[in-house]
């Protein structure tokens, strides 16, 4: 019996799965042991043949079931050209030929079920075994996660710290050109009143060189703040000309279009009228170069007017607006549910209703940051920034209906082609300070991605986050969303 058992153990070591066949309920082996069939398999041929004559003891025809099982999984029915010849003393041979025909057409799904329930009824220690294997599988497939978690996360903290570095770059890069543009300005307007500013301080200081060159670095101070001022004023109605113009050019067409004339609108005349406007620039500028080389006195009021003859050209050579930055990011889940207890960053925004984020830029900034996703649809979005000083640093938001939106460009349209305004309503004054486009209002796909961005501060200001949800007639829209500076 000893040579019985001895030939069974070689015999069960030698085993190998045949893993071409289908797996039977897979559901229910995951549910009850965690793996599927042929794996739970696998792992009750490693238990028996490491407990095999010392945790297991098994009968002889426990013994003999296991190796007829074992067989049908590994070959199927029973076939003469694997198994060997037995001779008329080979009793455990001949036994287990027996068994392995005993099984029939059983498929080899069944034989592994078959052998797994022997084990289990057989042996106490079979279940703990499966489960510590359990465990240890689930254990690394946590570690594998968190490690793919740490790994994201410092490849998504490289890519910021990256984005960062190159807006500072670009801020810095951008800082320098302001201020030699800003210093060749001085320079001229100094050059420009150096003479009357100097009689001028030795009349209210006569003998006193420290007071004079005091008064006169205050008065060229004053007269480049008031140049400055002058431009953005400049800036400002050269912006509301152009709007006439093309107020003016669409009416045109559509008069045009409307009438059964058969003249056709004329695009050479258009394309004149919109060049006129740079050629004109052009030749104020060329007078403006002129006027800074003379060196002769200049009266200051006048020297402050006819320097400020320089168009909207000039002034966006002084202040231009950088492009912004924009990615978006995959984690839209994570980021709301970082969000949504803050119930400052979570804004539902009605149908039609458009939502304005004001930001005012911080003294201790340099650069701007947005982030922002929503539920379940896209979202409009566009950056704006506004020439103006706030009050404070505090962030506001502000809601708008499109009827009122419209409302209030029809009135413009009407002032604009000298139309009169009603009278009950009252006059409009428009004296908004200017603002730019930094990036253009377009339909978000928001709720699939994050959508992130950055923005170099032009200056002191206000930044215009919109968001646009004036084309849903009947959906409103959470947003969630967060914004912040860094220096």
């Known amino acids: 019996m000893a040579d019985s058992d001895e ?34 398999y696998k792992l009750a041929l490693k238990f028996y043949k490491e407990k095999s004559g010392k945790a297991i003891h098994l009968s002889y025809k426990d013994k003999l079931k296991l190796v007829a099982y074992t067989k049908q999984v590994a070959y199927g029915k029973y076939r003469n050209d694997v198994s060997p010849d037995v001779g008329f003393l080979d009793v455990v041979g001949s036994d287990r030929r027996q068994a392995w025909q005993a099984l029939g057409d059983m498929s080899r799904e069944t034989a592994m079920e078959e052998f797994i329930k022997q084990l289990d009824s057989r042996c106490s220690l079979f279940k703990p075994f499966i489960h510590a294997h359990k465990a240890e599988r689930e254990e690394k497939l946590k570690r594998e996660k968190e490690e793919e978690e740490q790994r994201r996360k410092e490849q998504e903290e490289n890519e910021r710290k990256k984005m960062e570095e190159e807006a500072h770059r670009r801020l810095e890069a951008e800082r320098q050109r302001q201020l030699q543009q800003e210093m060749q300005i001085r320079a001229a307007l100094n050059q420009q009143t150096a003479v009357q500013f100097r009689q001028y301080a030795e009349q209210q200081y006569p003998g006193s060189k420290q007071q004079q060159e005091e008064l006169i670095q205050q008065l060229q101070e004053q007269h480049f703040q008031q140049y400055m001022q002058q431009v953005y004023q400049q ?12 107020n003016n050019m669409a009416a045109m067409t559509a008069t045009t279009a409307t009438s059964n004339s058969n003249q056709n609108p004329p695009p050479t005349t258009t394309t004149n009228q919109q060049q006129k406007v740079p050629d004109q620039n052009v030749i104020q500028q060329n007078n403006q170069q002129q006027m800074l080389q003379q060196n002769g006195p200049v009266d200051p009021t006048t020297t402050t007017t ?32 970082s969000l949504r207890k ?16 004001r930001v005012p830029t911080h003294e201790d900034g340099t650069c701007l940051f947005w982030e922002f996703a929503t539920d379940y649809y896209d979202l409009g979005f566009g950056v704006y920034f506004e020439w103006t000083i706030a009050p404070s640093n505090t962030v506001s938001v502000h809601v708008s209906e499109s009827s009122d939106e419209d409302e209030l460009e029809e009135d413009e349209a009407q002032m604009a082609q000298g139309g009169k305004s009603d009278i009950e309503k009252g006059v409009k ?59």
């Open 342 to 357: 803050d119930k400052d960053s979570v804004i539902k925004i009605g149908s039609g209703e458009t939502v304005t984020v």
């Open 235 to 246: 800036q400002l109605m050269h912006q509301q000309q152009q709007y006439q113009q093309l």
């Open 306 to 337: 006819q320097a400020t003859e320089v168009n909207g050209q000039a002034e966006d050579e002084l202040t231009p607006i950088a492009a912004a930055s924009m990615w978006m990011r995959k984690d839209v889940k994570e980021f709301k549910e």
């Open 429 to 487: 004054h428009d004296d908004k300070p200017p603002t730019d486009e930094i990036i253009p209002v377009y339909r978000r796909d928001c709720h699939e991605e994050v959508y992130c961005g950055s923005h170099a501060y032009p200056g002191q200001g206000v930044y215009l986050l919109k968001f646009d949800n004036s084309y849903s007639l009947w959906r409103s829209k959470t947003l969630y969303y967060r914004v912040y500076y860094s220096r």
């Open 7 to 40: 030939s069974l153990g070689i015999d069960v070591s030698s085993l190998s799965i045949n893993e071409n066949g289908t797996q039977a309920d897979p559901d229910e082996y995951h549910e009850k042991w965690g793996f599927n069939l042929p794996d739970l």
